[in-house]
T-cell receptor
Framework: AQKVTQAQTEISVVEKEDVTLDCVYE???????LFWYKQPPSGELVFLIR??????QNEISGRYSWNFQKSTSSFNFTITASQVVDSAVYFC????????FGAGTRLFVKA | NAGVMQNPRHLVRRRGQEARLRCSPM?????VYWYRQLPEEGLKFMVY????????ESGMPKERFSAEFPKEGPSILRIQQVVRGDSAAYFC??????????????FGPGTRLTVL
């Protein structure tokens, strides 16, 4: 069975702190895609990253970075120097036509 | 290039009424997916359609829910005789034609359905 687990339900940090959102997945597929999405209070889904299972290089995009570790089936997301505008729910997802979403982690960044 | 469009963005219905949610995929996209997000939960797959075909509807409730993607026009998710438990955000996604294109799903802004 395919599954995505985001164990952290809510995280609260103070602005400028670094924060890591955890994601653990289960799949029997040898080729798969992993995603992170941001859902701000307005409710839409904002695509952040897509990662192919063959590409284990970590990726950095501005204040965002992702750590993909196939050996532990994890795809963690770090925000460096968090800002109030980062406050949102973040979803990790496992690709496929039935994209499997985790339950989400709600991040509060306080000024 | 316009993204995936959904309308209405907000829909209020009374119990027993019908709800019709529309999704216009991105230009050139022939695959459409519907997901439901219940309050405080992640998105759950409902149905995958290509033009005039339902490919997989394993996530659709057995009764009252139906979906179509006609040759012309938007994809429609129809909920008959709505109940309060249908209150949720419904997201549509589309992807281009091609073998593994489902890994390039682009999401619309969602329709928030409230059942009174």
């Amino acid at each position: 069975a395919q599954k995505v687990t985001q164990a952290q339900t809510e995280i609260s940090v103070v602005e400028k702190e670094d924060v890591t959102l955890d994601c653990v997945y289960e799949t029997r597929d040898t080729t798969y895609y992993l995603f992170w999405y941001k859902q701000p209070p307005s409710g839409e889904l904002v695509f952040l990253i897509r990662r192919n299972s063959f590409d284990e290089q970590n990726e950095i995009s501005g204040r965002y970075s992702w750590n993909f570790q196939k050996s532990t089936s994890s795809f963690n997301f770090t925000i460096t120097a968090s800002q109030v505008v980062d406050s949102a729910v973040y979803f990790c997802a496992l690709g496929g036509f039935k994209t499997i979403f985790g339950a989400g982690t709600r991040l509060f960044v306080k000024a | 290039n316009a993204g995936v469009m959904q309308n209405p963005r907000h829909l209020v219905r009374r119990r027993g009424q019908e709800a019709r949610l529309r999704c216009s995929p991105m230009k050139g996209h022939s695959h459409v997916y519907w997901y439901r997000q219940l309050p405080e939960e992640g998105l759950k797959f409902m149905v995958y359609l290509q033009k005039e075909n339902i490919i997989d509807e394993s996530g659709m409730p057995k009764e009252r829910f139906s979906a179509e993607f006609p040759k012309e026009g938007p994809s429609i998710l129809r909920i008959q005789q709505v109940v309060r438990g249908d209150s949720a955000a419904y997201f549509c996604a589309s992807s281009p034609p091609g073998g593994l294109s489902y890994n390039e799903q682009f999401f619309g802004p969602g329709t928030r359905l409230t059942v009174l």
